[in-house]
């Protein structure tokens, strides 16, 4: 197998806001895997977050020794063993080589991806749309906007230095679509004591869920919030692996499962085993990248008590097609592999 990069520039339509940052463009680089004259693709986007630039994805990536492996298959059972590509590798660049081998794999058995992991039918599922921090009249709009589009879940971005604002616009967008399930992400930015005050405000507003709503690095103060909140809460930055998972199983609602932050398909399935039972359910997110890194997470997304799969609607321009979702459900393919599509190439795709 030989494998080849490329490195793409994802521009946003609009520039996206939260607690800790705002985000206009990101760049991914996109692994292609070739045998037998087939190709698997599979994307990793920088994160600074997480500390992951263009160059230090690009050089992780080219160091990926794929041709000691015969084949796709059986570089997918040694990923699956724990016997590589090696724990010192960020999850987000094994997600991005699980799957480019998924797709080459699902391509030579002539099958989707989501057949490959078991699942007969293509999965579909409602996804939650990100309204980032902006106005409380601009907020409206967007609400209005996406639900006459299809979108039954909007999620709403909090964390302002003054918190008055974000119940404002929570207020102002449950006016502007009152049948809309409503989730909300401060991205860790109160304090324990600021979410004791605002959860009881926020649920009865309708709220239906709160992602991460205290800063990330105390498990145990987050799952003593959500044993007292009067909405579920979700561990996101404090769900990061399997090991935070198992801290927190039980002890919190839901935990927000990324592929590029867990690690891939395979490892979001041993997340989503471990809490099997827990009384914590599982909440399928991503980060803003295009098509081809939704994708896999699609082909998953019937296992989700939540999707939060809209990473690729937030673009301007999306360079892959296949997994649909602008209004408001996203739909794995029942193509070989992932199922996904380059689209012509645009200026903003170098």
């Known amino acids: 197998m030989k494998s080849t990069l490329r490195t793409v520039r994802l521009a946003l339509a609009e ?16 692994l292609t895997v070739e045998h037998d004259g087939l190709r698997g693709h599979g994307e990793a986007v920088t994160s600074v977050y997480y500390g ?6 690009v050089r992780l990536l080219s160091a990926v020794d794929l041709s000691r492996f015969p084949d796709p298959e059986s570089a997918l059972e040694a990923l699956r063993a724990g016997q590589w590509p090696g724990a010192d590798l960020p999850p987000a660049v094994t997600a991005a080589v699980e799957s480019a081998l998924l797709d080459l794999a699902g391509k030579r058995a002539g099958v989707p991806v989501h ?7 293509p999965p579909v599922a409602a996804t939650a749309r990100t309204l980032g921090i902006t106005t409380p009249a601009r907020a409206a709009a967007q609400a209005r906007h996406l639900v006459a589009s ?5 999620k709403v ?3 302002t230095p003054d918190p008055e604002d974000d119940v404002e616009r929570v207020r102002v967008i449950r006016d502007a679509a009152p049948r809309a399930r409503l989730l909300l992400d401060p991205n860790g930015a109160w304090s324990v ?17 709160v992602e991460q709503p205290v800063a990330p690095g105390d498990p145990d103060a987050l799952g003593a919030l959500a044993e007292r909140a009067p909405l579920p809460v979700i561990a996101d930055e404090d769900a990061v692996d399997l090991a935070d998972v198992r801290r927190l199983a039980g002890r919190v609602h839901g935990v927000n499962v990324k592929l590029a932050k867990c690690g891939g398909v395979h490892a979001a399935l041993r997340i989503r085993d471990a809490i099997e039972g827990s009384g914590t359910a599982l909440m399928l997110g991503c980060l803003t990248a295009s098509t081809l890194g939704l994708a896999p997470a699609v082909h ?8 939060d799969l809209d990473g690729h609607l937030l673009l301007a321009h999306d360079p892959w097609t296949g997994i649909g979702g602008a209004d408001g459900t996203v739909r794995a393919s029942d193509r070989p592999g992932l199922g996904v599509e380059e689209v012509a190439a645009r200026e903003d795709v170098a």
């Open 15 to 30: 520039p996206l806001r939260i607690s800790r940052s705002t985000m206009a463009a990101r760049d991914a680089v996109w």
């Open 52 to 57: 992951l630039g263009t160059e230090t994805l």
């Open 115 to 121: 057949r490959l992991l078991g699942t007969a039918a």
């Open 150 to 154: 299809g979108f039954e879940i909007v």
């Open 157 to 159: 971005k909090a964390g």
């Open 193 to 209: 004591a600021q979410a004791d005050t605002l959860l009881p405000r926020f649920a009865a507003l309708g709220v239906e869920a």
């Open 300 to 307: 998953l997304a019937d296992r989700a008590r939540w999707a």
